[in-house]
């Protein structure tokens, strides 16, 4: 069992860099695939990014690779979303989720967090 909380969502201005954080409980975190979703205006969600349990292997979406980058600290059971030259279609809400491997499909994820809104600007 794994419990997500999200964390550094906000308002900023398009151009603008923000860092959110997801904080895991349990022991098996490091276990774990992380990925990032957010909500698309269908309320579907979106995948955005993941990275493998050691961190060797990271995942992109093509709408944010190069601007996006996902790292994890398992000392600090800490994922991270470092989100550069924000644009106004980056705006949702942004979740961290948990898997068993590096899957693209938010159905193939046990675990999520309760999301964290991010709003830009233009």
């Known amino acids: 069992q794994v419990q997500l909380v999200e964390s550094g969502g906000g308002l900023v201005q398009a151009g603008d860099s923000l860092t959110l954080s997801c904080a895991a409980s349990?022991?098996?975190?490091?276990?774990?695939?992380m990925g990032w979703f957010r909500r698309c205006p269908g309320n579907e969600r979106e995948f955005v990014a993941s990275?493998?349990?050691?961190?060797?292997?990271?995942k992109y979406a093509d709408a944010v690779r190069g601007r996006f980058t996902i790292s994890r600290d398992n000392a600090k059971n800490t994922v991270y979303l470092q989100m550069n030259s924000l644009k106004p279609e980056d705006t949702s809400v942004y979740y961290c989720?948990?898997?068993?491997?590096?899957?693209?499909?938010?159905?193939?994820?046990?675990?999520w967090g309760q999301g964290t809104q991010v709003t830009v600007s233009s």
């Open positions: 349990g022991r098996t975190f490091r276990t774990y695939t």
């Open positions: 990275i493998s349990w050691n961190g060797g292997s990271t």
């Open positions: 989720a948990a898997a068993s491997a590096m899957y693209v499909r938010p159905e193939s994820y046990n675990y």
